[in-house]
């Protein structure tokens, strides 16, 4: 993904602070938000440094993600130009980010369990159903692979252990992890889009 999970928290958090424009922080106040937001979502002490915030703060501000967010600095303190910006409702738009985004998702739809993911990728077969089709070849025909190994590897291991005692094991042939299935079917929606709120919402388990 064009940003990983501590990526994204993060540039939640910084969002988080700097919209509305109530207050203005320094970059020690947005490291401690971002830390506190890490070790919530983790459940793990986080160590983040200077460095990585400013980076964050950077990427936000580029074209990167799309985000272009208007974070100004003034006497030290960091805030939204517009203090009605907020990256969550950027639009996923740029189409290298969109594939990149649908690879990513499709790679870790098993790990992420959240029932908004399956609204974000029927959303994104929409966008760039030829992407999601792609993504989604590529991850089976990797699977495949993986699983052939394993299954070679388990004839050696076999053959070894058959000449060692002088024991015949018969294969299984009948492996069905072979036999991959589409991992969804979704019907296109022309009429849909995704927003960074949207990913970051399914991502990080929040309603």
């Known amino acids: 993904m064009p940003a ?7 540039y939640k958090t910084i969002n988080s602070c700097l919209y509305g424009g109530k207050r ?4 020690h106040e947005l490291i401690d938000a971002c830390s506190n937001a890490l070790n919530e979502a983790r459940g793990r002490g986080v160590s983040i440094s200077e460095r990585t915030v400013r ?21 030290g303190l960091y805030f939204y130009s517009d203090p009605k910006y907020t990256i969550l409702s950027v639009g996923i738009t740029d189409p290298d980010i969109l594939d990149a985004v649908i690879k990513s998702l499709i790679r870790i739809r098993k790990e992420v369990k959240h029932p908004e993911l399956e609204i974000v990728l029927k959303k994104l077969k929409a966008l760039s159903p030829e992407s999601f089709e792609t993504a989604i070849t590529k991850i089976k025909e990797s699977e495949i ?3 052939h190994y394993h299954k070679i590897r388990q004839e050696i291991n076999e053959n070894i252990m058959k000449e060692s ?5 018969r294969i299984n042939e009948n492996d069905t992890d072979l036999n991959q299935k589409p991992m969804m079917s979704f019907s296109l929606d022309p009429g849909t889009n995704v927003s960074w709120g949207d990913l970051m919402g399914a991502l990080l388990n929040e309603s």
């Open 24 to 27: 203005r922080y320094d970059i």
């Open 145 to 147: 692979k993986i699983t």
């Open 4 to 10: 990983n999970l501590n990526a994204l928290i993060r």
């Open 165 to 169: 005692v002088r024991y015949r094991f």
């Open 55 to 75: 980076d964050d703060i950077r990427v936000m501000r580029s074209e990167i993600l799309g985000f272009n967010a208007p974070i100004v600095q003034k006497d």
